[in-house]
């Protein structure tokens, strides 16, 4: 019975040592695991998935007011060949961009090239680009330019901190799902509605600067490439967002007191090759209604530390703070293992 109830204890304390180990590896697994997805989940655009009636390249041929024109433009926007401007850098100009073909794919991602420069030093510049991905066109409004109860998804390269008093550190940019319902709080540059996002520091650089929204079987995720190596970094990568089909691609862009250049360079739409079951086809995808089922719905307004580590990438000093944890937890884990083995040893002798 002694024995018996000590293999019983042995046992726990072995499960639990090995839970321990289970425990300390799961985040090096996880990160292991994030590393490998962010690694091959966007890819460079395939020529052959690219969709030119939903492209926006140079010299910009089609792009106008008549009838056959794929891309129209309203407000500020000027259309050069080797740039559309949404707005010079002059204060209180509002312009966009609208694809006017409506988008059928179920799955695609759109890579936007853009520039925004300006004179304006540290802090006094905005607002931002706006890219859109909705059932309104050419709907002049006051976010960004374009209108502030839209429906579909709207991803907001915010240069301008309006609230100063938030921890996120600005350019900003940041995603929001909007059903038609949803106000957009310029206040607090859209936090209550938001996503998820990333802060980059994307003015005035001497290259071109990209980011990626895929829309994938409920998947929304948002890369960018700032540093001009043909990488793209995570930004946004969240599950459970509803899109429907027959929506339109836009671009808008606004200024205020303060101001910048906000030109977008192309905008190149590619279609993913993405099988769906027999219900998900069968379905009417143009009656979607737009939403996001977060288990905690906007990311705003919780103390969530998952949140951020979710939607910021990993910095260099957090792998190896995770690497250091898990480092002391095998150590842990090894010294643990030895003292039990020494003391079932020891007890074991006892025994003969
Ligand atoms: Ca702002």
């Not at 926007?77 to 073909?101: A, F, K, M």
């Not at 979607?288 to 288990?295: D, H, N, T």
Request: aromatic share 10%; net charge neutral.
């Amino acid at each position: 019975d002694v024995l018996s109830r000590s293999m019983v204890s042995c046992i726990g304390r072995v499960s639990k040592m090995r839970g321990f180990c289970t425990f300390i590896s799961r985040p090096l697994l996880f990160l292991l695991l994030h590393f490998t997805l962010v690694q091959c989940d966007i890819t460079d655009g395939n020529a052959e998935h690219l969709k030119r009636e939903h492209s926006l390249m140079k010299p910009y041929q089609g792009v106008g007011s008549s009838p056959s024109s794929q891309w129209d433009f309203w407000g500020s926007t000027l259309v050069t060949s080797s740039y559309v401007r949404l707005t010079p850098d002059e204060r209180s100009r509002q312009g966009s961009i609208w694809n006017t073909v409506p988008v059928y794919l179920k799955d695609w991602e759109m890579h936007v090239q853009y520039k925004i420069h300006g004179s304006g030093k540290k802090n006094l510049h905005g607002d931002g680009i706006a890219i859109w991905y909705t059932k309104e066109r050419l709907h002049p409004g006051s976010v960004f330019g374009s209108n502030a109860k839209f429906h579909g998804l709207a991803l907001f390269i915010d240069t301008y901190h309006n609230d100063e008093a938030a921890d996120r550190s600005f350019p900003y940019i940041y995603a929001i799902v909007n059903n038609g319902s949803l106000p957009y709080d310029h206040g607090n540059d859209g936090r209550n509605s938001e996503l998820g996002g990333c802060s980059s520091e994307i003015r005035n650089k001497d290259h071109d600067t990209y980011l990626a929204i895929r829309y994938s079987k409920g998947r929304l995720t948002v890369m960018i490439d700032i540093d001009d190596k043909n990488e793209w970094k995570e930004c946004i990568d969240i599950g459970g967002v509803r899109l429907p089909t027959g929506y339109y691609f836009g671009a808008s862009a606004a200024t205020g007191d303060l101001s910048d250049n906000h030109d977008i360079i192309s905008m190149k739409m590619y279609q993913l090759m993405v099988e769906h079951t027999p219900d998900e086809d069968s379905l009417d995808w143009t009656k979607i209604e737009p939403s996001v089922s977060l288990l905690k719905s906007p990311k705003d307004n919780i103390d969530d530390p998952t949140g951020n580590f979710r939607s910021t990438p990993l910095t260099g000093w957090k792998v190896f703070l995770l690497l250091l944890c898990a480092l002391l937890g095998i150590v842990v884990c090894g010294v643990v293992g030895a003292v039990v083995f020494q003391k079932r040893q020891e007890r074991n002798r006892r025994f003969y």
